[in-house]
């Protein structure tokens, strides 16, 4: 399931909702990422998050759906939030469950690192020094580029 | 055309509607055929190691065809999650 | 911090405590083990966990002590429940905290995989069949393993 | 000394004062003098490829050392998380 809002959401709730009723399901995994008050340094009073509706749903389900194919998941969650955000706000959720952990824990390190390459979002941070739009990282496709390799994955 | 991020800001506008040439059929050919409509799209264009393409919603390469009525969008490498 | 208890657990209110008021957390990874209904084929009705109370305090927070030396974490959860558990259940939850996704979901993995083989904790199943005692899975060994050698971690 | 688990349904007892000869001076020699005490005690150490043993609530291995007054326990491989 794909969700791509301004809101905040509630994690304990999400999680509920994910597995409520399912006793196949052995383990959860989730991975949150919330906006941090300092970056190279310099500290952030609010970051903004541009998005592209429409390619932004579609990417996210075609990286629920790789997840899908590659691990056995009983349930599977995206939801990723675009707008102004403050330090210390979640910015994005992943969670999967499996009957097995190991499904589990790998696939959400998956969906999160093969979304940061692929969800089309862009970070505008404003510091003292003004407003000045996030470089990708190159960890994060090196991230991403390990899923790509059968010999690691 | 949609723009996203810093190329928005640089090229000056959001979205555009452009007719494509005749010769103009893969991402490439587009990419230096825009460069030529301004001046701010020149600048925001210089270098295409840091413009991401978009055909359709899919990430489209150089060589990936492109025609008039194809949804497109330009933007820098991603940065959420 | 460790907890072991025989109640059951609010994930996002664990969360909430977890992050509460620090910024430099950018990555929250959290696994979740819950009780299947199932095992090696047979129905399970419910579940009892015994512990060795005194060396499952000592062993988790030397699992947690490890987890912090070799990842730089913001704050770290370790809750086991022990007792009889129903399908559906939660049994464990590990949560890490880090500036950075990937310390926060490696480091969870590592938690919850030395755990299984550490911690002295025994799994009495009931089933149609008679209780039976879970025998330890070879699998979870090697998870363990993994992280022993340094040239995969 | 105290059990867990299966192995202590099969030595019958949760717990059980000891007194170490004073030649036992290792968690191997322990356990080869523990399978002497009764029939349960052999049955429950008959594989001990499917026991775990700590001393002081620390794993320990055949050649690790043990005293009286230590705290030592006997349990099967761990099943938790």
Redesign the interface.
């Known amino acids: 399931m794909i969700r791509v809002q301004r809101e905040d959401f509630?994690?304990?709730?999400e999680?509920e909702a994910l597995?409520a009723?399912?006793?196949?399901?052995?383990?959860?995994?989730?991975?949150?990422?919330?906006?941090?008050?300092?970056a190279d340094g310099r500290p952030i009073s609010t970051m903004t998050?541009?998005?592209?509706p429409?390619?932004t749903e579609?990417?996210l389900g075609a990286i629920e759906q790789e997840a899908r194919q590659r691990w056995d998941l009983e349930s599977c969650l995206i939801i990723?939030r675009y707008g102004r955000l403050e330090?210390?706000e979640r910015?994005?959720m992943v969670a999967t469950t499996s009957?097995h952990?190991?499904a589990?824990?790998e696939s959400?390190?998956f969906l999160?690192d093969w979304?940061?390459?692929?969800?089309?979002?862009?970070?505008?941070e404003e510091t003292d020094g003004g407003a000045q739009?996030?470089?990708?990282?190159p960890?994060?496709e090196d991230?991403a580029a390990r899923w790509s390799d059968p010999s690691k994955s | 055309m949609?723009y996203?991020?810093?190329l928005r800001q640089r090229v000056g506008v959001a979205e555009e509607t452009v007719d494509l040439p005749d010769d103009v059929t893969t991402v490439g050919a587009m990419l230096a055929w825009l460069r030529e409509r301004s001046d701010a799209h020149a600048t925001a264009l210089a270098d295409l190691s840091v413009v991401r393409v978009?055909v359709n919603?899919?990430?489209a390469r150089d060589g990936d065809p492109v025609a008039n009525g194809d949804e497109v969008?330009l933007?820098?490498?991603?940065?959420?999650?």
């Not at chain 1, 998050?49 to 592209?52: K, T």
């Not at chain 1, 979304?115 to 505008?124: D, Q, R």
Request: charged letters at 15%; one cysteine or more.
């Open positions: 509630d994690i304990g709730a999680l597995t009723g399912n006793h196949r399901i052995g383990g959860i995994a989730t991975f949150v990422g919330t906006v941090r008050d300092i998050l541009e998005h592209y429409g390619m579609k990417q990723h330090p210390g910015i994005v009957a952990r190991a589990a824990l959400c390190a999160i979304l940061k390459t692929k969800a089309p979002f862009w970070k505008l739009w996030v470089d990708a990282h960890t994060d991230a | 949609l996203f991020a810093w978009a919603q899919d990430y969008a933007f820098p490498p991603v940065t959420g999650g």
